[in-house]
């Protein structure tokens, strides 16, 4: 996959349940980030994170949460909170914290069972 | 608040005529200007990127403009290809780069 890995490709969500969505990049690149996909919606900013241990909201934050504890990693969990997590998830990294020519992965299409 | 406005949603042109996909931007602050292709079932890819200090920028048959005073760039392309077909997306940068904000995109059609 180019240096960045989702997984898994395609995930099933129970009413209540929270789930994880994995990103892992071997680019060395500083920063990560995670966009929800909706048709007609484009691509919206769930968090990013611009360093290791650091992360900031992005527009539609509410109901999911990360975590930055290496370089390489930077999984999504979709909580309960989340009333309609059914979307494509893409995870994307680039090499500065400036949002520049950013990389994604392959996506992971949640459903709600 | 920060956004960007894309337009149009759909578009579809004939093998060989030119497209053009228009957004704006809200934050005189920005000061980099990405465009990504969706191919189908595929993730998104960097097609061409320019900065608030150019007004345009080439690379082949696709070219960006710039217009900082009115906040709004373009995308276009010549000679288009049935392979051009995908859904387009403009994004601005916010927070000092920090944040990349995009634009709903645009469904390409190129008709041969």
């Known amino acids: 996959d180019g240096g960045i890995t989702q997984s898994p490709k395609y995930l099933f969500r129970k009413e209540g349940q929270n789930v994880t969505l994995s990103c892992e990049q071997n680019l060395n690149h500083d920063a990560m980030y995670w966009y929800r996909q909706d048709p007609g919606q484009g691509l919206r900013l769930i968090y990013y994170s611009q360093i290791v241990n650091d992360f900031q909201k992005g527009d539609i934050a509410e109901g999911y949460s990360v975590s930055r504890e290496k370089k390489e990693s930077f999984p999504l969990t979709v909580t309960s909170a989340q009333k309609n997590p059914t979307a494509f998830y893409l995870c994307?990294?680039?090499?500065?914290?400036?949002?520049?020519?950013?990389?994604f992965g392959s996506g992971t299409q949640l459903s709600v069972l | 608040g920060e956004n960007v406005e894309q337009h149009p949603s759909t578009l579809s042109v004939q093998e060989g005529d030119s497209a053009v996909i228009k957004c704006t931007y809200s934050d005189s602050a920005s000061n980099y200007f990405p465009w990504y292709k969706q191919e189908l079932g595929k993730r998104p890819q960097l097609i061409i990127d320019i900065r608030s200090n150019v007004g345009e920028k080439k690379d082949q048959r696709i070219a960006v403009t710039l217009n900082k005073t009115a906040k709004h760039f373009s995308l276009h392309i010549t000679e288009t290809q049935p392979e051009d077909s995908a859904v387009y997306f403009c994004a601005a940068s916010y927070n000092q780069g920090g944040k990349l904000i995009f634009g709903q995109g645009t469904e390409l059609s190129v008709k041969p």
């Open positions: 994307a990294s680039s090499f500065s914290g400036r949002g520049e020519k950013l990389f």
